[in-house]
């Protein structure tokens, strides 16, 4: 693979991604992946073109030009929307599946957790990962830092 700065993203007519190489090939329709989206966000960052396959590997995001950082950033804002709680209200039942709800840092929602499994824990044991029945993904960056009422509802599931 070339050197990031050999290359060029910009957006299209159509507000897609495009990827100019070196060579003068452009690649139109370009989708962002990350590597780690929680343990190194910033790190390992693959092109991939419309047809599923890599076509440019970025190693971190600060080897960035800003204006190509930025591009990248406000893909991964519409594509990786994952509300973090901030307190949990009120669930409906002691077991699964049970109805939460819950303030977050885009406000009040409501979520249904069909399983225990639904909450993962992550790389620190205090991190967790809530999906919801919808498949709607919310974070918790430390149970510690909830309030009481919050951590004993989580108790029930941990």
């Not at 003068?24 to 790190?43: C, D, K, N």
């Not at 600060?62 to 990786?80: I, N, P, T, W, Y």
């Not at 929307?81 to 009120?90: D, G, Q, S, W």
């Not at 009040?108 to 919801?132: M, P, V």
């Amino acid at each position: 693979m070339t050197q990031l700065h050999t290359v060029q993203l910009a957006r299209n007519a159509h507000g897609r991604l495009t990827l100019r190489m070196d060579d003068g090939s452009l690649h139109e329709g370009i989708t962002p992946v990350r590597a780690f989206p929680v343990a190194a966000p910033l790190e390992g960052i693959s092109l991939v073109g419309q047809d599923g396959k890599e076509v440019y590997w970025v190693e971190h995001l600060d080897s960035l030009a800003a204006g190509q950082r930025a591009l990248l950033e406000e893909e991964f804002a519409v594509r990786e929307f994952i509300p973090v709680i901030e307190r949990i209200e009120t669930i409906d039942a002691i077991s699964v599946p049970s109805v939460w709800t819950v303030w977050t840092d885009k406000g009040r929602s409501f979520l249904s957790l069909k399983a225990e499994e639904d909450i993962r824990k992550l790389e620190a044991a205090h991190h967790l990962l809530i999906t919801s029945r919808e498949g709607m993904q919310y974070r918790i960056r430390d149970v510690r830092e909830l309030d009481k009422t919050s951590q004993k509802f989580l108790e029930r599931f941990l």
